[in-house]
């Protein structure tokens, strides 16, 4: 049996800053407003409502999370009880590979004559 102050359903916007997937609840608001928040396949308003069952999935970050409520929760909790309110089915980040070599750091100026060769020699190399 659910506890009696545990709610059914609750606004997106709540529940993503609840759970801990945002900073802060207006982030939230603006990420649904800005289109980035799709709950069951849907476009979600800040007002719209989830339930248990219900996949979110939402780009926060330049990173594109899938998850699916376990328990909408209105207030934000511990990072631990928040883990236990969602699962998450993002998939992995890709990781592309860097070539090792040199890098001009930025604000360093304008680089060296030798630096420029290298830089160069390494942009020439053919891919391996």
């Known amino acids: 049996m659910a506890d009696?102050?545990?709610?059914t359903e609750t606004r997106i916007d709540r529940w993503l800053c609840a759970v801990r997937l945002v900073k802060t609840r207006p982030l939230?608001?603006?990420?649904?407003?800005?289109?980035?928040v799709r709950v069951n396949g849907?476009?979600?308003k800040p007002s719209t409502k989830v339930r248990a069952g219900d996949r979110v999935e939402a780009r926060i970050a330049d990173r594109d999370r899938v998850v699916e409520v376990v328990r909408p929760i209105e207030t934000?909790?511990?990072a631990p009880v928040a883990a236990t309110c969602y699962l998450d089915h993002t998939p992995p980040p890709i990781v592309t590979e860097v070539r090792p070599g040199i890098m001009a750091v930025r604000g360093e100026g304008r680089p060296s004559k030798r630096?420029?060769?290298e830089l160069e020699r390494l942009r020439r190399a053919p891919d391996t």
Do not use: I
Not at 28 to 36: M, R
């Open 42 to 44: 849907a476009p979600a």
């Open 28 to 36: 939230a608001t603006s990420l649904c407003e800005g289109g980035h």
């Open 76 to 78: 934000r909790v511990g």
């Open 115 to 117: 630096l420029r060769r």
């Open 4 to 7: 009696p102050g545990t709610p």
